[in-house]
């Protein structure tokens, strides 16, 4: 049975940090990816980063890049999206999301994805 739970998320301000982490079960294969995709309010979801646990390669959407880490630690089976200097644009639900089996690495791009968790509340005040 798999399962994919965030979490993390909360109100912060402006120029503030936050960890999420999505924890992972039922997967035992190595040939999955993993997105962190968010959704704001009264718009559409969109990739912000994924990673490829097997090789270590990371991406990111460029409104992120230098403020957004991805990492991921295999044995205990959980990724993680470090968010450093959040800017208000940053509000949104985030969700976590598993691509598997995976043959052409991670994607930004949510149709590949098999497997959402229920999302965490992002919300960033100026």
């Known amino acids: 049975e798999v399962q994919l739970q965030a979490s993390g998320g909360g109100l912060v301000q402006a120029g503030g940090s936050l960890r999420l982490s999505c924890a992972a079960s039922g997967f035992t294969s190595g040939e999955t990816a993993i997105g962190w995709f968010r959704q704001a309010p009264g718009k559409g979801r969109e990739g912000v980063s994924c990673?490829?646990?097997?090789?270590?390669?990371?991406y990111y959407r460029d409104s992120v890049k230098g403020r957004f880490t991805i990492s991921s630690d295999n044995a205990k089976n959980t990724v993680y999206l470090q968010i450093d200097s959040l800017k208000p644009e940053d509000t949104a639900v985030y969700y976590c999301?598993?691509?598997?089996?995976?043959?052409?690495?991670?994607?930004?791009?949510?149709?590949?994805?098999?497997?959402w968790g229920q999302g965490t509340l992002v919300t960033v005040s100026s």
């Open positions: 999301a598993v691509d598997t089996p995976v043959w052409m690495g991670c994607s930004l791009n949510d149709g590949p994805y098999d497997y």
């Open positions: 990673v490829n646990p097997s090789d270590g390669n990371t």
